[in-house]
């Protein structure tokens, strides 16, 4: 069964960096691609950013290209997600999703999930 558990939420003021971990157990995590999705309320689950099994490639969501950083260290089967230069429009539940496949896809529907983690940017 596979599990995911994020850590690093918290409350953050505008121009602040948050660094979000999910730590991954249930099956070999270095075959899969991974990602982070966000909810606000009121939203739907949104594609943030995702990385391939590797780590070689990584790919993100126009909203926060150039300002946050997936990464993941298969040794220690966990995922990050660096957070820069964040703005109060990034309030959100930040998901972790292992993916189903050895490729990243925005699609909500390919995905085992984490419970989430809160991220809240004040201004």
């Known amino acids: 069964q596979v599990q995911l558990v994020e850590s690093g939420g918290g409350l953050v003021q505008a121009g602040g960096s948050l660094r979000l971990s999910c730590a991954a157990s249930g099956r070999t995590f270095s075959n899969y691609a991974m990602a982070w999705f966000r909810q606000a309320p009121g939203k739907e689950r949104e594609f943030v950013a995702g990385i391939t099994p590797s780590g070689g490639d990584a790919y993100y969501a126009d909203s926060v290209k150039n300002r946050f950083t997936i990464s993941r260290d298969n040794a220690k089967n966990t995922g990050y997600l660096q957070m820069s230069g964040l703005r109060p429009e990034d309030t959100a539940v930040y998901v972790c999703?292992?993916?189903?496949?050895?490729?990243?896809?925005?699609?909500?529907?390919?995905?085992?999930w984490g419970q989430g983690t809160q991220v809240t940017v004040s201004s």
């Open positions: 999703a292992s993916s189903i496949f050895d490729r990243v896809t925005a699609s909500a529907a390919n995905y085992y």
